[in-house]
């Protein structure tokens, strides 16, 4: 196991989330302003090529913030929150 990815190591803690899957390492996709609307999220973690396509997973319920199924594109999703899109978790942060 590589440095860093044993997910009991105090050194690098993941929290959990109900509703979240824990055994899926949150990829970090970092942010300028405090949130940032859900739909603009998933393009920018690369998830989806465009708002159609954003607002079709979102609408058939393939998305979770902080554990709650999503189904409003225009949802702010602020700093620290976790998001699931059909086990691909991403975790906003600043930067």
Same mark, same amino acid.
Request: no cysteine; hydrophobic share 40%; proline share 4%.
């Given at each position: 196991?590589?440095?860093?990815?044993?997910?009991? @190591?105090? $050194?690098?803690?993941? =929290?959990?989330?109900?509703?979240?899957?824990?055994?899926?390492?949150?990829?970090?996709?970092?942010?300028?302003?405090? $949130?940032?609307?859900? +739909?603009?999220?998933?393009?920018?973690?690369?998830? /989806?090529?465009?708002?159609?396509?954003?607002?079709?997973?979102?609408? =058939?319920?393939?998305?979770?913030?902080?554990?709650?199924?999503?189904?409003?594109?225009?949802?702010? /999703? @602020?700093?620290?929150?976790? /998001?699931?899109?059909? +086990?691909?978790?991403?975790?906003?942060?600043?930067?």
């Amino acid at each position: 196991m590589t440095p860093g990815t044993d997910r009991t @190591d105090p $050194a690098h803690p993941v =929290e959990a989330v109900d509703g979240i899957d824990s055994a899926a390492e949150p990829r970090q996709v970092m942010i300028r302003d405090q $949130a940032i609307k859900l +739909g603009q999220l998933l393009k920018l973690a690369g998830l /989806v090529e465009d708002g159609v396509m954003a607002r079709t997973l979102i609408e =058939e319920g393939h998305v979770r913030v902080d554990g709650e199924v999503e189904q409003r594109r225009g949802r702010q /999703v @602020d700093l620290g929150s976790f /998001v699931d899109v059909d +086990g691909t978790v991403i975790r906003v942060t600043s930067g």
